[in-house]
């Protein structure tokens, strides 16, 4: 089966809050009260969500966003994909 051309396409998610923060990792909170750890090195450079305390848009690659079951937008889109 091919791969979908938008597999690292940055999403959007959004964040409530971050819970932990480690040297490689971030435990954030979704806004449905989810926390979900994510690998420092898969968060956009871009991402207003990046250390502890941060709330908000959070920019992943959208495989990181479906393997981890979180809903995002597309930019650009506006319109939220939620994969429950």
Known sequence: M??????FNPVL?????TAY???DGLLVV????????L?????CEHSGVKH????????????LAVEK???FLV???GSAIDLE
């Open 2 to 7: 091919p791969r979908d051309p938008t597999h």
């Open 52 to 63: 502890l305390g941060d709330s908000g848009d959070l920019i992943v690659p959208k495989w």
């Open 21 to 23: 923060e480690t040297e």
């Open 69 to 71: 079951g979180l809903p």
């Open 39 to 43: 690998p420092k090195s898969q968060i």
């Open 30 to 37: 979704t806004r449905d009260f989810e926390k979900v750890w």
């Open 75 to 77: 930019p650009g889109d």
């Open 13 to 17: 998610v959004k964040v409530y809050a």
